[in-house]
């Protein structure tokens, strides 16, 4: 008996197994449809520019879900792709082209910018601390919205490097070669010269602050050195006038020569006379004369001058030297000012 007949041929096993693999693949695809189809829907913000809106969506992908706010032709930013699935709770943000007005101190500018936040914007344009610049009209973390006004300082640092020149300094010093009251120059002054470096903080163009960061001598300069005489000019020349009574009375002013005296004071306790001669101890007087002691080498004893301020005195006593004169005040006391530079008249030279 031929059973050939009853036997499926290989062409029919294999088409057979087929038909079975394609009905798993539809039962496949039709399970992931229902699926994704049937989901939980997820909440999901959308914001766009400044307004914001929360949805409960089914769809599967961000891209499917923004095309219900905005044509996705338009010009935009985003924070996430189209082709990444939504999550529950997730915020999208899209941004649109806007128009900023820009103020940085008295300056005020438009700028256009794709930015979703003031922090995205300012590092776009590089209006960042480091570069200088201060935000002062919102949080960085702010979202930017159309016609937004963004205020900043700009604040910069320089170097200012002043030259400054002091006057030399004037130092006297007496030379005794010199004629008293005269002057020479020993040496000419120069001046110091300093450089001081600052730091200078201005804001919008202002100076605000100057800070001393370093301070130097470039040139120490000299001081101008005078000399100031201190030598007593020689007497001039006078005639010698001949030797009188010590009773005689005082002769006629009649001036023999000039000569410039330093003149002190001196006084006693117990007053009785000078070289010898009684005088006056109430008065202090001689013959109505103011009493003197001199270097009789320039000054004899008896010699009779007229002292500017205190009228005529008269040489009897000796203790000083050179062009100095000391005045006889009895128990007066001594004048507050101690010491005096008079130019005496010379009236008789000697007794």
């Excluded at 010199?178 to 120069?190: D, F, K, P, R, T």
């Amino acid at each position: 008996m031929n059973n050939q007949g009853n036997v499926p041929s290989k062409k029919t096993s294999v088409l057979y197994h087929h038909r079975y693999a394609l009905r798993a693949l539809i039962l496949v695809g039709l399970l992931v449809v229902a699926l994704v189809g049937f989901s939980t829907p997820k909440a999901v913000t959308v914001r766009v520019n400044e307004q914001v809106q929360t949805t409960h969506t089914s769809k599967a992908y961000v891209g499917q879900l923004i095309s219900e706010f905005i044509n996705p032709n338009t010009e935009m930013i985003m924070n996430y792709n189209s082709n990444e699935p939504l999550v529950d709770e997730m915020e999208i943000v899209i941004s649109t082209p806007k128009t900023l007005n820009i103020v940085i101190g008295d300056v005020e500018r438009t700028v256009k910018t794709n930015a979703l936040q003031v922090q995205d914007f300012l590092f776009e344009q590089e209006l960042t601390e480091q570069k200088g610049y201060t935000l002062l009209s919102t949080q960085p973390t702010a979202y930017l919205a159309e016609g937004m006004k963004l205020t900043f300082d700009y604040t910069t640092y320089t170097e200012d490097v002043v030259i400054e020149e002091i006057a030399p300094v004037v130092e006297y010093r007496e030379d005794e070669t010199l004629v008293a009251g005269s002057e020479e120059i020993e040496q000419e002054g120069q001046a110091t010269i300093i450089e001081r470096t600052y730091t200078v903080r201005q804001v919008n163009d202002e100076i605000v602050e100057r800070t001393l960061v370093e301070e130097k001598v470039v040139d120490q300069g000299q001081p101008t050195i005078i000399r100031l005489g201190t030598k007593a000019p020689e007497a001039e020349p006078v005639a010698v006038a001949s030797r009188v009574a010590v009773e005689a009375e005082p002769i006629a002013p009649t001036v023999l020569g000039t000569i410039p005296m330093k003149m002190t004071f001196y006084g006693c306790q117990s007053c009785g006379s000078a070289s010898g001669i009684p005088v006056d101890s109430d008065t202090k007087m001689y013959q109505g004369m103011r009493i003197l002691s001199a270097d009789w080498s320039v000054l004899p004893a008896g010699s009779i001058v007229n002292v500017p301020g205190w009228g005529q005195a008269i040489v009897l006593d000796t203790g000083v030297s050179g062009n100095h004169i000391d005045m006889f005040i009895g128990k007066d006391p001594v004048p507050s000012h101690g010491v005096e530079y008079p130019t005496i008249e010379i009236i008789r030279l000697g007794w």
